[in-house]
């Protein structure tokens, strides 16, 4: 069993800052990608950013230059930096992370609860 663990969401002005965070726990072995995924009201769930075990980013272009994504290996912890937000940055904000439960085995994705991220204009 594999639980994540989402914290540091929130209302907050545009222009403003938010930092999320997403902590992994149980039976874990490694983890590959880690990230983020949002959805909005009436809208589908869509990538924000991802980050490998070495370190490689990948971003959705509505979020380059201003977020940022990055873990620590040893905490099995996301984060994301989310500065300069827009109203359009609202949604509920979601953790992923493929995790290798034991040694031999595949990887399985797994979903963070989501966390809600409000900005007002």
């Known amino acids: 069993q594999v639980q994540l663990v989402e914290s540091g969401g929130g209302l907050v002005q545009a222009g403003g800052s938010l930092r999320l965070s997403c902590a992994a726990s149980g039976s874990i072995f490694s983890i590959n990608r880690m990230g983020w995924y949002r959805q909005a009201p009436g809208k589908q769930r869509e990538l924000v950013a991802t980050?490998?075990?070495?370190?490689?980013?990948n971003y959705a272009d509505s979020v380059k230059g201003r977020f940022t994504v990055s873990r620590d290996n040893a905490k099995n912890t996301v984060y994301l930096q989310m500065n300069t937000l827009k109203p359009e940055d609202t949604a509920v904000y979601y953790c992923?992370?493929?995790?290798?439960?034991?040694?031999?085995?595949?990887?399985?994705?797994?979903w963070g609860q989501g966390t809600q991220v409000t900005v007002s204009s």
């Open positions: 980050i490998t075990s070495g370190g490689t980013t």
């Open positions: 992923i992370a493929d995790i290798v439960p034991r040694a031999g085995l595949g990887y399985g994705t797994n």
